[in-house]
């Protein structure tokens, strides 16, 4: 599947810059997601959008900010953030459906915050 | 709450053999899914395979199974006459819940990472 996109793929920030990303799925699906993977530690979902709402926020700090303005689109926006907060960062999306639904996943953002 | 574990941080394995991937779970849900995901340098997760705790039959994609041994919450995934462009970390998911109903989280394990040598 390739029908989620990224940008920028990386990004280079200082920790007082102000940073968006941005992920967009071409899949038709009604949930998206923002997965944070650090090294050495297994993913970490962060957000979770259902149908435009926003149904989970797993303990992020208010230096991330999610919006997502439809079911297609989806953002995170980055300010203040410290070096800890470099990680590959992932979008995914999915049909919410009665079980078994497939995260389809973006190529991801590589984040440096120096 | 869901936990996956995979045992195995690296793999070195020859080009055309078989290799299978560890993969054990805890939950205390009756329904639930497991995934497979494979993640190349290029760092694209990349959807592999999936397999219900109801379904029967144990899943298989091309030259990917999934070996699930439901009594031993074991779910190891098999990759036949394995190939160069095969080498990769390899994640093992479960599909976790949330309160209500809708879109769901996944569980991920620590990831193995497969080298296929000439």
């Known amino acids: 599947e390739t029908g989620v996109t990224q940008t920028p793929r990386h990004l280079v920030m200082g920790m007082t810059n102000k940073k968006s990303l941005k992920c967009e799925q071409h899949?038709?699906?009604?949930?998206m997601y923002w997965y944070k993977q650090s090294a050495k530690k297994p993913l970490e979902l962060m957000f979770v959008?259902?149908?435009?709402?926003?149904?989970e926020n797993n303990s992020v700090p208010s230096r991330f900010s999610p919006e997502c303005p439809n079911s297609s689109h989806l953002f995170l926006h980055l300010h203040t953030l410290q070096p800890e907060d470099s990680a590959l960062y992932l979008c995914?999306?999915?049909?919410?459906?009665?079980?078994?639904?497939?995260?389809?996943f973006g190529p991801g953002t590589r984040l440096l915050v120096l | 709450a869901q936990k996956i574990t995979q045992t195995q941080p690296g793999m070195f394995v020859q080009e055309k053999e078989a290799v299978t991937l560890d993969c054990t779970y805890d939950?205390?849900?009756?329904?639930?899914?497991l995934f497979w995901y494979k993640q190349p340098s290029s760092g694209e997760m990349i959807f592999l395979i999936y397999?219900?705790?109801?379904?029967?039959q144990n899943a298989t994609e091309g030259r990917y199974s999934l070996n699930f041994q439901k009594a031993r919450k074991s779910a190891n995934l098999v990759i036949s006459a394995s190939q160069l462009g095969d080498s990769a970390m390899y994640f093992c998911a479960m599909r976790g819940t949330f309160g209500i109903q809708g879109a769901q989280k996944l569980v991920f394990g620590q990831g193995t990472r497969l080298t296929i040598n000439p």
């Open positions: 397999q219900g705790s109801y379904d029967e």
């Open positions: 899949l038709g699906h009604n949930a």
């Open positions: 959008y259902n149908f435009k709402e926003q149904t």
């Open positions: 939950t205390s849900d009756q329904s639930y899914g």
């Open positions: 995914a999306s999915s049909q919410v459906a009665s079980g078994g639904e497939t995260q389809y």
